[in-house]
Structure formats: C-alpha cells, structure tokens
C-alpha cells in the first residue's frame, strides 16, 4: 500500500523558514517524480514543485521560486520541501504527491504550515 | 500560465440526482484535464484523468467528457457519499493549475 506522510508544519512568523519532510513507502520511491502541492484555506489546490525520480531536475511554480527548495533522499525514501522567506501568503496544507504525468492519484494526509505574526 | 474556472462554484442536490459539473481553460488544453472530489479535511481524490479516464475503484456514475476548453464531469445519479468538492486540473503546461472548485451540498 502506498504511503505518504508529511511532518514539520508548524507556525512560522513572516521571513521565517521551514522545511517539510515527506516519508513514503509501499512503492520504488527512486522511480518515480514526486510533487509538493498546497491548498490554501478556502482555496483550491495549487501546484508548488516537482523533482525527478534522481532529483537531477526541480520545477516550481513562479510564487515560489527562489524562495523554496524542493529535495529528495532515495536511500531514505523522503521528500523534502526548504521553505524560506516565508509570506502569510504561503499559509496552507501542504500535500507530498507522487506525480504520475500530468496529475496525482497518491497523496498525504498533509501538514499545515501558518505564517503570521 | 492557464487559467481554469468552473460552475457552478456550489450546488445543492438530493440523492438520486443528476449533477453536471462544468470546467472551462483560458486556452485549449486538448483532453489534458482531470477531476478530483475532495472531503473536508481530506486530500483530494483523483477520479478522471485525461477528460474521460475513469481511475480504478471509481464507481461508474461518475463520467467525463470534452475537449479544448470546455470540459463536463457528471454524476448520473447522487450518492450520499458524494457530496464535497470537485476540482479541475489542467495537466497541459505548467504551472499545473485547478479550478477554484464546485461544492455539491445537500439539497
């Protein structure tokens, strides 16, 4: 069975940093792209980044991009999202999901990250 | 970046209902586009890929259809299950953008 479970959500004032961990299991973790989507309060889902199967390439929506940092650890089976310079704008439930071309099927359960003073 | 909107952004209905959900891009996206149902506090489910690809374990009541801009999901007859939010997703360019939802609630 397919497992993703997200940690390290918290509360995070404005400039803060934070970084979310992803733990998956039940699959070839190594062959397959991974993605990190959020969804604000109220909203819907938004796309934040992708990472192919060796990590060699990373793809990021434009709000976020040289501000978060999206990794992986095969050996260990983890996802990783570095979010720096955060905006209460970033305030969401942040999703691991294992991209399958074009959309998700495997979610987490999600972490919820609050920025505010 | 493609921009997806959908009607209505809320329904009420009954059990037994048919429920037509629609999903419009800003610009064509040829047949990359799914649907997803999402419960409070849960994530989102995937149920259609691809306009019309029913995913494994989704009952056949749910349906979808179209191409280009204009997209349908329908739900032949209402389930108490089924109500919660639907979302579209292009798949087509990135950013991989969702439409703001449409909440089916009951009637």
């Known amino acids: 069975e397919v497992q993703l479970v997200e940690s390290g959500g918290g509360l995070v004032q404005p400039g803060g940093s934070l970084r979310l961990s992803c733990a998956a299991s039940g699959f070839t973790f190594s062959s397959h792209w991974m993605s990190w989507v959020r969804q604000a309060p109220g909203k819907g889902p938004e796309w934040v980044a992708n990472i192919k199967q060796d990590g060699s390439g990373q793809y990021y929506v434009d709000s976020v991009k040289g501000r978060f940092t999206i990794s992986r650890d095969n050996a260990e089976n983890s996802l990783y999202l570095q979010m720096n310079s955060l905006r209460p704008e970033d305030t969401a439930v942040y999703y691991c999901?294992?991209?399958?071309?074009?959309?998700?099927?495997?979610w987490g359960q999600g972490t919820l990250v609050t920025v505010s003073s | 970046d493609i921009q997806m909107t959908q009607s209505p952004s809320s329904l009420s209905a009954s059990v037994g209902d048919r429920v037509t959900i629609t999903c419009r891009a800003s610009?064509?996206?040829?047949?990359?586009l799914n649907w997803y149902q999402q419960k409070s506090g849960k994530a989102p489910r995937l149920l259609i890929d691809?306009?019309?690809s029913l995913q494994s374990g989704v009952p056949s009541r749910f349906s979808g259809s179209g191409s280009g801009t204009d997209f349908t999901l329908t739900i032949s007859s209402l389930q108490p299950e089924d109500f919660a939010t639907y979302y579209c997703q292009q798949s087509y360019s990135s950013p991989f953008t969702f439409g703001p939802g449409t909440k089916v609630d009951v009637k």
């Open positions: 610009q064509t996206i040829s047949r990359f």
């Open positions: 691809t306009a019309s």
């Open positions: 999901a294992r991209w399958t071309t074009g959309y998700w099927i495997y």
